[in-house]
């Protein structure tokens, strides 16, 4: 096998590693009663998989992989809407944490954090379009709370995991 064979069978083993660790996260995550007292939040654990992206590969990689799981997930799990929310969250937290990573300003915490909160407004707009009403912004403040705790946490996870991962792990 050449170099270009074995680097591309690499890139493409560790694409499907973090599309399969995303996908177990958040069936994971759909098996923890985090929102029993608001419907639809969640701890996030698969941003985890898109920080590491972020950081360890690069910032196409980052988005393709969390695409290419919103869809695997919500075809496996979920349904057409569960896509929509999801495409809507994942791609507004994908930019603005890009845009965060690129000033090189902030930390991973703050860029996880930013990642969080905007997938609960993108996911909040697309509500109040489904359902026709700007009724459900109250909702909004608690899903704020809740990102912002949850990006924390994901943001510190990621900052270990990072840490933990061999050097040889990415290629960018």
Same mark, same amino acid.
């Given at each position: 096998?050449?170099?270009?064979?074995?680097?591309?069978?690499?890139?493409?083993?560790?694409?499907?590693?973090?599309?399969?660790?995303?996908?177990?996260?958040?069936?994971?995550?759909?098996?923890?009663?985090?929102?029993?007292?608001?419907?639809?939040?969640?701890?996030?654990?698969?941003?985890?998989?898109?920080?590491?992206?972020?950081?360890?590969?690069?910032?196409?990689?980052?988005?393709?992989?969390?695409?290419?799981?919103?869809?695997? @997930?919500?075809?496996?799990?979920?349904?057409?809407?569960? %896509?929509? =929310?999801? *495409?809507?969250?994942?791609?507004? #937290? &994908? /930019?603005?944490?890009?845009?965060?990573?690129?000033?090189?300003?902030?930390?991973?915490?703050?860029?996880?954090?930013?990642?969080?909160?905007?997938?609960?407004?993108?996911?909040?707009? @697309?509500?109040?379009?489904?359902?026709?009403?700007?009724? %459900?912004? =109250?909702? *909004?403040?608690?899903?704020?709370? #809740? &990102? /912002?705790?949850?990006?924390?946490?994901?943001?510190?996870?990621?900052?270990?995991?990072?840490?933990?991962?061999?050097?040889?792990?990415?290629?960018?």
């Amino acid at each position: 096998m050449e170099k270009n064979e074995s680097t591309s069978a690499r890139k493409t083993a560790i694409r499907a590693l973090l599309v399969a660790l995303a996908m177990i996260l958040s069936y994971i995550e759909s098996q923890v009663p985090v929102g029993f007292m608001v419907p639809g939040m969640k701890i996030g654990l698969t941003n985890l998989v898109v920080m590491v992206a972020l950081y360890k590969l690069n910032e196409k990689e980052a988005i393709i992989i969390n695409i290419v799981r919103i869809f695997l @997930v919500g075809f496996t799990f979920g349904n057409l809407f569960s %896509i929509v =929310y999801s *495409l809507a969250g994942g791609i507004l #937290s &994908g /930019v603005v944490m890009i845009i965060l990573k690129r000033t090189q300003k902030v930390g991973m915490t703050t860029v996880s954090v930013a990642g969080g909160v905007s997938h609960n407004v993108a996911q909040i707009i @697309v509500a109040m379009i489904v359902m026709e009403t700007n009724a %459900i912004l =109250y909702y *909004l403040l608690v899903l704020w709370i #809740s &990102g /912002v705790f949850a990006g924390v946490v994901i943001g510190i996870l990621s900052a270990e995991v990072i840490k933990r991962l061999p050097r040889q792990f990415g290629y960018n």
